[in-house]
């Protein structure tokens, strides 16, 4: 019996991968934008798509001239999140996280804390910002340590680590460590203060909130999201 399950679980792994879950769940099941809103107006989705396994966000597809920042149905607190992305020529986009969702706020860059997504093949941006606002950069706040993005076109791969009990965060994006950041307290409430939301009354502040994918006039698009909450009793 002991040889016959070990047999079967090498031929599993040969055949399909067998991969344990270990918690991960799927935010986007493939086919639609279930268990998605836009920020501050519902599911009206304004240009954001799903095609063959992906979602994609098409300025020429909007339906209204307002911002469609796709955001998440359920609230985060400590989480692991994996996500590969593809930014257009000269494309800028973000991933968001602790957003508060309010009549209060336009946007959810007013409250949450972005991950930078951008075509770092966009030299006049890349030139004129610096690598504070690059692919891979705690955005305004912590730049990355090493620029490991591709090239507008090709998929880039996000792993966020978000842990408010621990106070601890970091990225890593392609397969590197590129950032390592507390994420509340006083060491976090000091890199906010020598950035340019240092004015902002609610910047960083909600340690639990929702996630969200920025849209940012250009095309992006993401697939394979899924999420993994830590601490969990």
């Given at each position: 019996?002991?040889r016959?399950?070990?047999f079967?679980f090498s031929?599993c792994?040969a055949?399909?991968g067998?991969q344990?879950?270990?918690?991960?769940i799927?935010l986007?099941?493939?086919?639609t934008?279930?268990?998605?809103h836009?920020?501050?107006?519902?599911?009206?989705?304004?240009?954001?798509?799903?095609?063959?396994g992906?979602?994609?966000?098409d300025?020429?597809?909007?339906?209204e001239?307002?911002?469609?920042n796709?955001?998440?149905?359920?609230?985060?607190?400590s989480?692991?999140?994996?996500?590969?992305?593809?930014?257009?020529?000269h494309g800028?986009?973000?991933?968001?996280?602790?957003?508060i969702?309010?009549?209060?706020?336009?946007?959810p860059?007013l409250?949450g804390?972005?991950?930078?997504?951008?075509?770092?093949?966009w030299?006049?941006?890349v030139?004129?910002?610096?690598?504070?606002n690059?692919?891979?950069?705690?955005?305004?706040?912590?730049?990355?340590?090493?620029?490991?993005?591709?090239?507008?076109?090709?998929w880039n791969?996000?792993l966020l680590h978000?842990?408010?009990?621990?106070?601890?965060?970091?990225?890593i994006?392609?397969?590197?460590?590129?950032?390592?950041?507390?994420v509340?307290?006083?060491?976090?409430?000091?890199?906010?203060?020598?950035?340019?939301?240092?004015v902002?009354e609610?910047?960083?502040?909600?340690?639990?909130?929702?996630?969200?994918?920025q849209?940012?006039?250009?095309?992006?698009?993401?697939?394979?999201?899924k999420?993994?909450?830590l601490?969990?009793?």
């Open positions: 019996m002991k016959n399950a070990i079967l031929l792994i055949m399909f067998c344990q879950n270990d918690g991960w799927s986007f099941d493939g086919e934008l279930d268990g998605w836009v920020y501050g107006h519902g599911k009206e989705y304004n240009g954001w798509t799903v095609d063959q992906v979602i994609l966000f300025p020429a597809l909007r339906t001239s307002t911002s469609a796709l955001t998440t149905d359920k609230q985060y607190s989480f692991e999140l994996s996500l590969e992305w593809m930014i257009g020529e800028n986009s973000g991933l968001m996280w602790g957003v969702e309010s009549d209060k706020y336009e946007h860059y409250t804390a972005e991950i930078q997504i951008l075509d770092d093949g030299t006049e941006y030139t004129e910002r610096g690598d504070i690059r692919a891979g950069s705690l955005y305004n706040l912590m730049p990355p340590s090493q620029v490991v993005s591709k090239h507008a076109g090709e791969k996000y978000i842990d408010q009990e621990n106070n601890e965060g970091f990225l994006f392609n397969d590197v460590k590129v950032l390592e950041f507390p509340n307290g006083p060491d976090w409430q000091a890199l906010i203060d020598k950035s340019p939301f240092g902002w609610d910047f960083g502040k909600a340690q639990t909130g929702y996630i969200s994918l849209e940012h006039g250009g095309k992006v698009a993401f697939r394979n999201i999420i993994r909450e601490n969990q009793e």
